[in-house]
């Protein structure tokens, strides 16, 4: 199949989050913690937990038909849905898969991703390609996470970091030189035990690890991922603006994954780039893995942050250990 199709970009974008706030102050009142530790460590102020009876394909679904309103397609125009999740409601049937009957995309496959935090960007670089060779003209793209449900509340090394949310993108040919300009992901396995969430399978450390009896909860070596996250950012980031010979000076935003404001303070500093050029939303939704970035993106398109033209940054890390960025032209 020839392709002719020059450039893909994002035709659209929409969020759904839960209604219920957790605040700083809940938490005091769950584990040994304060509103000042949690402000000053992390930047977070509150998070979004999603009802006790909700699944997250719900929220994904008005997601999608957000980001489909806005790219002015229907959900028949769809040809493949992918879902990044790190905590769907099944293991079978996928995420994408329920998605795809709850918005009634007859004629699109469906399939779901886990590269934990980054797997947004994954899931662009992933759609890119099938578009640019021709396989398919629409795609639809759904971050759903539910980290509440694989949190230990009793942990207050975690319990104060993570969120619910969902965000959607649908992808399709863009005029040449606009769109996902560059992409450049990875990871390195070697260091995956420092963020674990045990599902079928456990051992003896995983269960050592964990505070009380519940094994299928996350369990994190906050500074090591830290230390991590800093330096893949910046090195992801300077490889997609170097690729397209961008000067980060030329960045209108970047929307970084927001997991600790001084993770993303960290990055901006070894980027030289100044904080009124960094999206941040990690206040009011906390962590969101997969979410973040489609959310923080949705957010800054609504509010007038990012105008036709504008060069936006896209960048994240994760479990895995993963990362990626991407460079667009919007
Ligand atoms: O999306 C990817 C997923 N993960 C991340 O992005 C996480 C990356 N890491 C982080 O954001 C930070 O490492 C954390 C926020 C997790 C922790 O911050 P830190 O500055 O690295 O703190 P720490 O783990 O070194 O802990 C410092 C102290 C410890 O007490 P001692 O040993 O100094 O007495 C902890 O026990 O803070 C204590 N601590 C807390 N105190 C109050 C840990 N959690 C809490 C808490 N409230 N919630």
Not at 6 to 17: K, P, S
Not at 25 to 33: A, C, G, P, Q, R
Not at 282 to 296: E, L, T, Y
Request: charged share 25%.
């Amino acid at each position: 199949m020839e392709s002719k199709v020059e450039a893909v970009g994002i035709l659209g974008t929409g969020r759904c989050m839960p209604e219920k706030i957790l605040t700083n102050n809940d938490l005091e009142k769950m584990v040994d913690t304060s509103d000042e530790w949690i402000t000053k460590r992390t930047g977070i102020s509150e998070r979004r937990i999603i009802d006790e009876k909700t699944p997250s394909r719900e929220l994904g679904i008005i997601a999608a038909q957000k980001a489909l309103q806005n790219a002015g397609l229907s959900a028949e125009d769809l040809d493949l849905i992918i879902v990044t999740t790190a905590t769907p409601d099944y293991l079978t049937p996928s995420t994408s898969c329920m998605i795809q009957n709850g918005i009634n995309a007859k004629k699109a496959a469906a399939f779901d991703m886990n590269a934990a935090c980054s797997g947004f960007i994954y899931g662009l670089t992933v759609a890119q390609q099938f578009i640019m060779n021709g396989t398919y003209k629409y795609i639809l793209i759904v971050s759903c996470e539910q980290m509440s449900r694989v949190t230990d509340w009793k942990d207050r090394a975690t319990c104060v970091l993570f969120g619910d949310g969902t965000g959607a993108a649908v992808l399709g040919p863009v005029e040449k030189g606009n769109g996902i300009i560059a992409t450049n992901i990875g990871a390195d396995g070697s260091v995956g035990r420092s963020i674990t969430i045990p599902c079928c399978y456990s051992n003896d450390e995983d269960r050592e690890k964990r505070v009380n009896d519940k094994i299928n909860v996350i369990n994190m070596d906050g500074s090591e991922v830290f230390k991590f996250a800093v330096k893949v950012m910046d090195s992801a980031t300077r490889k997609v603006l170097d690729y397209a010979g961008v000067s980060i000076d030329d960045v209108a935003l970047i929307i970084p994954h927001q997991a600790n404001i001084r993770i993303i303070d960290g990055a901006a500093k070894r980027l030289d780039v100044s904080k009124d050029k960094i999206f941040v939303n990690v206040d009011r939704f906390g962590n969101i893995s997969s979410a973040s970035v489609p959310v923080a993106l949705d957010e800054a398109v609504e509010s007038g942050r990012i105008k036709k033209g504008d060069y936006v940054v896209l960048t994240g890390f994760g479990g895995g250990l993963t990362w990626a960025s991407a460079l667009i032209k919007w």
